[in-house]
T-cell receptor
Framework: SQTIHQWPATLVQPVGSPLSLECTVE??????LYWYRQAAGRGLQLLFY??????ISSEVPQNLSASRPQDRQFILSSKKLLLSDSGFYLC????????????FGPGTRLTVL | GQNIDQPTEMTATEGAIVQINCTYQ??????LFWYQQHAGEAPTFLSY????GLEEKGRFSSFLSRSKGYSYLLLKELQMKDSASYLC?????????????FGQGTELSVKP
C-alpha cells in the first residue's frame, strides 16, 4: 500500500530564517506531487506541483520554492520566511495521469514569529 | 479565472440529512472532488464526479450538473463524527498535472 510522510509535524521559525519541508511517498512510482498551504479556517491554496523529477510548476509567485530531487521526494523551501508564510502545509500525491484522486500527507504546521 | 463557492458553515442534527452545495466558474472542467477534513488533520477523499448525475457511496452521495456548474454533497443519517470541514475541488483540463482548485470549505457542525 502507499503511504505519504511529511516532516516536521510542527515548526516555529523566526522571520527571515530559512525553511525546508520534506515530503516522501512510498509504495508507488512516478507519482504526481503537490504542495498546498492552508491558512487558519480557509481552503487549500495550491503552491507547486510536479509530474516528474526536476519538473516543477509554480502556481503562486512568492518567496517559496520547490524541488523534486528524487521520484518520490518533494521539498518546499524558502530562503527568508515572512510572517504571512505561517500556515498548515500539506503535501499530496496522485497516480500519474490526470484522472486520479489526490492523497494527502499529515501536514506541517508552520508558525513564523 | 477560477471561482468556487461553498457556504462557510452549516449546522445539522444527528440522524438528519444535510446537503452541502458547491458552485463553480472555471476555465475548463475535468472533474469535481469532495474531501472531508477534520480539524487539524489532512483532507481525506470522499467522492469524484466527472459526468452529470448522482454518485452514491454509503451514507455519502455527490451530484454534478456540468451545465449549471453545480455540485452537492449529501450526507445521510448524520453522526457526530461527521462534524468536519467539507472541501469542494475542481480539476482543470488536461496537461496541468492533475492539479485541483479548492473552494474555501464548508464547516459542518452536527448537534445531538
Amino acid at each position: 500500500s502507499q503511504t505519504i510522510h511529511q516532516w516536521p509535524a510542527t515548526l516555529v521559525q523566526p522571520v527571515g530564517s530559512p525553511l525546508s519541508l520534506e515530503c516522501t511517498v512510498e509504495g508507488t512510482s512516478n507519482p504526481n506531487l503537490y504542495w498546498y498551504r492552508q491558512a487558519a479556517g480557509r481552503g487549500l491554496q495550491l503552491l507547486f506541483y510536479s509530474v516528474g523529477i526536476g519538473q516543477i510548476s509554480s502556481e503562486v509567485p512568492q518567496n517559496l520554492s520547490a524541488s523534486r530531487p528524487q521520484d518520490r521526494q518533494f521539498i518546499l523551501s524558502s530562503k527568508k520566511l515572512l510572517l504571512s508564510d505561517s500556515g498548515f502545509y500539506l503535501c499530496a500525491w496522485s497516480r500519474g495521469g490526470e484522472n486520479n484522486e489526490q492523497f494527502f500527507g499529515p501536514g506541517t504546521r508552520l508558525t513564523v514569529l | 479565472g477560477q471561482n468556487i463557492d461553498q457556504p462557510t458553515e452549516m449546522t445539522a442534527t444527528e440522524g438528519a440529512i444535510v446537503q452541502i452545495n458547491c458552485t463553480y466558474q472555471t476555465s475548463g472542467f475535468n472533474g469535481l472532488f469532495w474531501y472531508q477534513q477534520h480539524a487539524g488533520e489532512a483532507p481525506t477523499f470522499l467522492s469524484y464526479n466527472v459526468l452529470d448525475g448522482l454518485e452514491e457511496k454509503g451514507r455519502f452521495s455527490s451530484f454534478l450538473s456540468r451545465s449549471k456548474g453545480y455540485s452537492y454533497l449529501l450526507l445521510k443519517e448524520l453522526q457526530m463524527k461527521d462534524s468536519a470541514s467539507y472541501l469542494c475541488a475542481v480539476r482543470p483540463p488536461y496537461n496541468q498535472g492533475g492539479k485541483l482548485i479548492f473552494g474555501q470549505g464548508t464547516e459542518l457542525s452536527v448537534k445531538p
